[in-house]
């Protein structure tokens, strides 16, 4: 969750051609618009113009915030953020600055701070889409899916394209309201049919709600066009829990969980599986240590029907 940003750069001076063209590759590399500099690349060139100090505040600003994206893609989040303020500092006005520090601190669960950034890029720019998306996800992690539903609300009066349909149906699945989280998904599926995402959140949004045979059908179609991915094959899991069908649920949950081992809804799921078919002691140690990781994913599975 980054701007691009597209600029020119009229304001600089040089000392003769060759320092203009050296100049304007330290900006080229800076920028990255293109992608084709590494995140490494791009820093070299985003310091170099910074400790040239030539540029006015305002596009000193723009080489700040470029740094910081490139310090965030390399998981240097402290240094990223450091970027930011500065480039805020320089241009208040600015609002990508404070649209990725806001995707920094929503990386790091520090919603509160996130949504204050994404209040301050959307208050400069009130239709900008990515921070609606952004505070949208940290109320909906903070388990605020109303708020959450009215930003998607406002990007789908914007845009209204396949993945804010799954986004907005995920809040509604989260709130139990399992029929209008379905219909979001079934629209995303019509606007882009070959999303293998958009079956498996129907796939649990149907198990959720009850419809199992048709759920199994999604999942198996999410995990037929993605066997990799680890939440499908725990929704299926889920799906075969419900369903009772145990071994196939633990096959699931086991596959899962190889691929991806820190999934607290995973875990939790193998462990009811396996106090059900009698190994309690095992699936106490599942449950536990998926509450380590999440405390709140019993009372979000209880929600769904699933208790040990």
């Known amino acids: 969750m980054r701007y691009r940003l597209c600029v020119v750069l009229g304001m600089l001076s040089f000392a003769s051609p060759a320092g203009a063209q050296d100049r304007a590759q330290q900006w080229a590399r800076c920028l990255n618009e293109q992608e084709a500099f590494t995140a490494d690349q791009s820093i070299e060139g985003c310091t170099a113009v910074i400790q040239a100090a030539r540029d006015v505040p305002a596009n000193m600003a723009i080489a700040f915030n470029s740094r910081g994206n490139s310090h965030a893609a390399k998981g240097q989040p402290d240094r990223a953020i450091a970027d930011f303020d500065q480039a805020i500092r320089l241009k208040p006005t600015f609002a990508a600055p404070y649209h990725n520090r806001g995707g920094v601190y929503l990386t790091a669960a520090q919603y509160d701070r996130a949504i204050a950034d994404f209040d301050q890029a959307i208050r400069l720019n009130p239709n900008d889409i990515l921070s609606l998306v952004g505070r949208g996800v940290a109320w909906h992690r903070k388990g605020q899916y109303d708020r959450a539903i009215q930003d998607y609300d406002q990007v789908i009066g914007l845009d209204p394209n396949d993945a804010i349909f799954n986004i907005r149906g995920s809040s509604y699945s989260a709130k139990g309201q399992y029929d209008r989280a379905i219909q979001d998904f079934d629209q995303a599926l019509r606007l882009s049919p070959d999303v293998a995402a958009h079956f498996g959140s129907r796939c649990y949004a149907k198990a959720s709600a009850g419809q199992l045979a048709a759920a199994l059908a999604d999942c198996n ?88």
Not at 244 to 249: C, S, V
Not at 258 to 267: I, N, S, T
């Open 221 to 308: 179609e999410a995990v037929r066009r993605a066997p990799e991915r680890a939440d499908f094959l725990a929704k299926r899991g889920f799906t075969y829990l419900k369903m009772r069908q145990l071994p196939q649920a633990l096959a699931d949950y086991e596959a899962s969980l190889e691929v991806d081992p820190g999934q607290a809804d995973a875990l939790f799921g193998r462990g009811v599986v396996r106090r059900q078919r009698g190994d309690v002691a095992g699936g106490d140690a599942d449950i536990a240590a998926a509450i380590a990781i999440d405390a709140a994913v019993g009372g979000q599975l209880a929600r769904r029907g699933v208790v040990p």
